[in-house]
């Protein structure tokens, strides 16, 4: 067991996560690219924490860490006081029902040959709870309903919004206590983006769920989030609440992140950051 909060729902202690760069010619390992580099956080039950930083700088090998989607080079991963960075096997596949992602791309993490029906019941047969009844529900709880409307369409019948609502089913049907959401609004456009938002705020509060959030967007992250963490080069560079991250920066590339926010008037001018 990890000691320390018993709110904890996550603890991630010196996470690394190193991917080898081998020499063509030799057929050896030349180098190691770092792509996660000691980093450390908490997460409370039913919190939100946002995960923010350019592209490239760690933010979804992060995430498929925690979901077990990689394995790590070292550190811990506690989830409810069980450290999951070791488990394999029948180990993780029973422990994976407790820890869900929702990918950023609803038309790459949908299988195009799949029903809606097909693809919500998979996780369920995974783990030998499969009830269509579920499945039901939790077409209702993202807000395709009917759902008996949309139980046998495929993907390519589905708008964004729905697909991501599908993949937002598919990763709640197993009742997990833990979500990873990749960026889940980025690739929807501007009009529905607000919406899958709001849902998975809904989500939250109706299930006490615990997420971490990753996003480029700063201003998504104070939307949606409690506590921010900043990532730059693999490492995590400023932490804290939400509000006091966006107005009081403390780290140079977070003041150069909130530099970078568009202000929403065509005459504003905003002074060119000194480095």
């Known amino acids: ?161 729905q697909r991501q609502r599908v993949a937002i089913a598919r990763a709640l049907v197993i009742d997990p206590i833990f979500v990873v959401a990749d960026e889940p609004a980025s690739m929807l456009d501007v009009s529905i983006r607000a919406g899958v938002l709001n849902l998975l705020l809904d989500l939250r509060e109706k299930y006490n769920l615990t997420l971490l959030f990753i996003t480029h967007d700063l201003a998504v992250a104070r939307y949606m989030c409690d506590n921010i963490a900043v990532m730059y080069n693999g490492k995590i560079v400023e932490m804290g609440d939400a509000e006091a991250v966006i107005k009081n920066p403390e780290h140079s590339y977070t003041k150069d992140l909130l530099a970078a926010v568009p202000i929403p008037n065509p005459k504003a001018r905003r002074e060119r950051r000194k480095r």
Do not use: W
Request: net charge positive; charged share 25%; aromatic share 6%.
């Open 1 to 161: 067991m990890s000691p320390g909060n018993l709110m904890e729902m996550v603890k991630v202690e010196h996470l690394t996560k190193l991917f080898p760069v081998r020499n063509r010619l030799l057929l050896s390992i030349s180098s190691n690219i770092r792509a996660v580099d000691d980093i450390s956080f908490e997460i409370e039950r039913g919190k939100i924490l946002g995960l923010v930083g350019e592209s490239g700088c760690g933010k979804t090998t992060t995430a498929k860490l925690l979901a077990r989607l990689l394995a790590p080079t070292s550190g811990n991963i506690y989830i409810k006081g069980e450290d999951i960075a070791g488990l394999k096997r029948k180990g993780l596949k029973k422990f994976r029902k407790n820890i869900q992602m929702i990918f950023q791309d609803p038309y790459e993490s949908l299988n195009p040959r799949f029903t809606v029906h097909s693809t919500i019941a998979e996780p369920l047969k995974a783990q030998g709870l499969y009830d269509i009844e579920k499945i039901h529900d939790s077409l209702e709880v993202v807000g395709l309903t009917p759902p008996k409307e949309f139980l046998f369409r495929y993907p390519h019948e589905l708008s964004g919004g």
